[in-house]
C-alpha cells in the first residue's frame, strides 16, 4: 500500500483506535528494515513489515492490545520454521498504541522521510510521460513533470508536480543534485538542449532519454559539436528501459525505465555515502 501522507492521512482520520507496529530491530535476512512500521485498526491496516506469518502474529497482538487482551507491547521473533518462514533473520517488533501524540509523531517522521526522497523531473507529458509518471507514483521519489503544452500536462497525473514553462532546458540547472532527469519531449531538438544542459553536470544521478540508436548517434554527433566531451555524451542513457523486453508500449517503457532509475538512485547514494 502507498504511504503517501494523503493515503496516511486518510487512514489515521478514519482509524480513532490504532497501534503503530514498528520493527525495532532487523537481524541477519528479513523482510523489512530497521524502522519499517504498519498501522493496525481493529478492522484495517496500513502499511507493512514485511508479510507473512510473521505480519500475521504482529497483527494479532496489536489488535489483541486494543482489545484489552494482551499486555505485549513488544515482540522477539526469530523467522524460521517455528512460524513458517525461511529468511533465517530475527527482528524485534514494537507496538505503540496510536494516541494524539504518537499520530503527529508518525506523521511528522513520515513527512521528515518524504523530504528526503530523491527527485525524478520528467521533460515531457506524451504517452510514455505519463505512464512513467504513473509507474513512479507508488514509489518512494519526488516526481516532477516539465511541459511547454499545458493540454499534454493537464492529463498528467496528479502525483507529479507540475512545471508549465517557456524554455524547459533552463530548468536543468536548478535542479537538486542527486536527482534523476528522463526526457521524453516531443521535439527531438528540444531532447537535445535538456540533455545538453543535464550532462553539462556531474552531479545528477541519472539522465535518459527516450528514442532509438539512431537518436543517440544523431545527438552524440550534435553534442560533439556543442562542446560536450565522451565521458558526458557516455552517461547519457539512451534509449530508456533497456533492452531486456522488446515491447515499446509506453507502460512497458515505464515500468522498465521505473527499475533502470531506482538501480542509478542507488548507485549514486552508495556512492555518495562512501
Same mark, same amino acid.
Given at each position: 500500500?502507498?504511504?503517501?501522507?494523503?493515503?496516511?492521512?486518510?487512514?489515521?482520520?478514519?482509524?480513532?483506535?490504532?497501534?503503530?507496529?514498528e520493527i525495532r530491530q532487523a537481524l541477519g535476512s528479513t523482510p523489512r528494515e530497521t524502522g519499517a512500521?504498519?498501522?493496525?485498526?481493529?478492522?484495517?491496516?496500513?502499511?507493512t513489515i514485511g508479510g507473512g506469518q510473521m505480519e500475521h502474529l504482529a497483527i494479532d497482538n496489536a489488535r489483541a492490545l486494543l482489545a484489552g487482551v494482551s499486555d505485549r507491547f513488544e515482540m522477539d521473533i526469530p523467522l524460521g520454521p517455528?512460524?513458517?518462514?525461511?529468511? $533465517?533473520?530475527?527482528?524485534?517488533?514494537?507496538?505503540? !498504541?496510536?494516541g494524539a501524540a504518537e499520530r503527529a509523531e508518525l506523521t511528522d517522521k513520515l513527512r521528515q522521510r518524504q523530504d528526503a526522497w530523491p527527485e525524478v523531473w520528467l521533460f515531457g507529458a $506524451?504517452? %510514455?510521460g505519463r505512464a512513467l509518471a504513473d509507474a513512479l507514483l507508488l514509489l518512494p521519489l519526488k516526481t516532477?513533470?516539465?511541459?511547454?503544452?499545458?493540454?499534454?500536462?493537464?492529463?498528467m497525473s496528479a502525483g507529479a508536480s507540475h512545471r508549465l514553462v517557456a524554455m524547459p532546458e533552463a530548468t536543468v540547472k536548478d535542479i537538486a543534485p542527486g536527482s534523476? !532527469?528522463?526526457i521524453l519531449t516531443h521535439d527531438h531538438a528540444l531532447d537535445f538542449l535538456i540533455a545538453r544542459e543535464a550532462l553539462a553536470r556531474t552531479d545528477l544521478a541519472y539522465v535518459g532519454m527516450i528514442g532509438s540508436k539512431t537518436k543517440r548517434a544523431t545527438f552524440a554527433r550534435w553534442a560533439k559539436d556543442e562542446g560536450l566531451g565522451e565521458e558526458a555524451?557516455?552517461?547519457? %542513457?539512451?534509449?530508456? $528501459?533497456g533492452r531486456a523486453v522488446?515491447?515499446?508500449?509506453?507502460?512497458?517503457i515505464a515500468a522498465m525505465t521505473a527499475a533502470e532509475i531506482l538501480t542509478a538512485l542507488a548507485a549514486y547514494s552508495r556512492k555518495s555515502e562512501s
Open positions: 500500500m502507498n504511504f503517501a501522507v494523503d493515503s496516511l492521512d486518510a487512514f489515521l482520520e478514519r482509524e480513532y483506535r490504532l497501534v503503530i507496529v512500521f504498519m498501522l493496525v485498526s481493529p478492522s484495517d491496516t496500513h502499511g517455528d512460524i513458517g518462514q525461511c529468511c $533465517g533473520g530475527r527482528v524485534v517488533i514494537s507496538f505503540r !498504541i496510536g $506524451g504517452h %510514455v516532477y513533470a516539465v511541459e511547454t503544452r499545458r493540454s499534454e500536462l493537464d492529463l534523476a !532527469i528522463v555524451i557516455g552517461r547519457l %542513457v539512451l534509449p530508456i $528501459g522488446n515491447d515499446k508500449r509506453p507502460a512497458v
